[in-house]
């Protein structure tokens, strides 16, 4: 099964993001072909902590007792979307993103809990490349790289509503099976956050 580990903002959240996010696309359609953009669908949009690829059955129940022990190890985190961007870069963009802020602007317990994730999955024989981590929502795909710094410099000042996050998701990938052969995304089990603050806690 392919899985990967994710929060999942409320539909408050993603209401408001869409929203603004047509906005966007209506502005700027008469100046680019909006067809270079394979838009994300809107029950797409999640923070991926780590994308853990193809899981076998035999590692899944020793991954479930180390996702829940990474979940119990952290606290509810207060986020927003805000702002957005362009991986690889903003000139040459293959990906736009949304971004993701720590309302208390401490970033370091959302990054130690995708490190604590990442390192449950390796422990239990997963092989998760780990990264400098950007928490983001992708928002689309382009078929080939463009300039999307006017999108970005019009969602640099986009601040969507705030949100407690209070659990991990382990979700499993359908390849082809969403709407206009997106994938489609299912949640097969989930774990609530219930430690106390500490952003030096890593999974052991």
Known sequence: MRLFVAVVPPPAVLDDLADELARLRERFAPDGPDDNYRWSLRAQWHLTLAFLGEVPDSARTDLHRRLGRAAGRYPPLRLRVAGG???????RARVL?????SVDGDPRT???LAGS???AARRCGLDVREGRFKPHLTLARLREPADVGQVTAALADYAGPEWVADRLELVASHLGQGEGRHSRYET???WPLTGRAD???AER
């Open 199 to 201: 952003p030096t806690s």
């Open 110 to 112: 959302l990054r130690a």
């Open 117 to 119: 994730v990442s390192a």
């Open 188 to 190: 097969v089990e989930d």
């Open 97 to 101: 993103w949304a971004g993701i802020d």
């Open 85 to 91: 961007g362009g991986f690889g870069s903003v000139r």
